[in-house]
C-alpha cells in the first residue's frame, strides 16, 4: 500500500507497487496493470502549484449524546493559492486544529430514546 496513492485506471488503493527513480515514484496497480508515475513533491490536485501547507484537521466524534469531541487529528495539505480562505481561518486560530466541515450529527431517533 502506498499512502495517498490510488490507480487512476481502476481506483484501487492497496495493491500498489512503488519504485523511486531520481525526483519521482513508478507506480504499478497489481490489480488491473496500470504503470504511472508521481512526483516526489506534493502538488496541489486543482491548480498543480506546489506551495503548499501541512495543517491539523480535528477527529471529532460524539463522545455523549449531543457532545462532540476532538478525539485526534490528521495532516491535511491545503494549497496557498486554493484554500487560502482555509488557511487564514486556521492562522486565526492557532494552535487549535481545523475542524472538518462536516460534524457528526444526532439522528431524531437517538434525542428520543
Do not use: F
Given at each position: 500500500m502506498i499512502l495517498g496513492a490510488r490507480c487512476p485506471e481502476c481506483g484501487e488503493s492497496e495493491a500498489l507497487r512503488?519504485?523511486?527513480?531520481?525526483?519521482?515514484?513508478d507506480l504499478t496497480c497489481e490489480a488491473c496493470g496500470e504503470q504511472w508515475v508521481r512526483p516526489l513533491t506534493k502538488h496541489c490536485p486543482r491548480c498543480e502549484g506546489d506551495d503548499l501547507q501541512t495543517v491539523p484537521l480535528a477527529i471529532v466524534e460524539r463522545s455523549r449524546g449531543t457532545q462532540l469531541s476532538v478525539v485526534g487529528t490528521r495532516p491535511i495539505d491545503l494549497c496557498t493559492n486554493c484554500d487560502s480562505p482555509t488557511l487564514q481561518k486556521y492562522h486565526?486560530?492557532?494552535?487549535?486544529?481545523?475542524?472538518?466541515?462536516?460534524?457528526?450529527?444526532?439522528?431524531?431517533?437517538?434525542m428520543n430514546g
Amino acid at each position: 500500500m502506498i499512502l495517498g496513492a490510488r490507480c487512476p485506471e481502476c481506483g484501487e488503493s492497496e495493491a500498489l507497487r512503488g519504485a523511486r527513480r531520481d525526483d519521482i515514484i513508478d507506480l504499478t496497480c497489481e490489480a488491473c496493470g496500470e504503470q504511472w508515475v508521481r512526483p516526489l513533491t506534493k502538488h496541489c490536485p486543482r491548480c498543480e502549484g506546489d506551495d503548499l501547507q501541512t495543517v491539523p484537521l480535528a477527529i471529532v466524534e460524539r463522545s455523549r449524546g449531543t457532545q462532540l469531541s476532538v478525539v485526534g487529528t490528521r495532516p491535511i495539505d491545503l494549497c496557498t493559492n486554493c484554500d487560502s480562505p482555509t488557511l487564514q481561518k486556521y492562522h486565526a486560530n492557532r494552535p487549535n486544529p481545523l475542524m472538518p466541515s462536516a460534524l457528526p450529527t444526532v439522528g431524531e431517533e437517538q434525542m428520543n430514546g
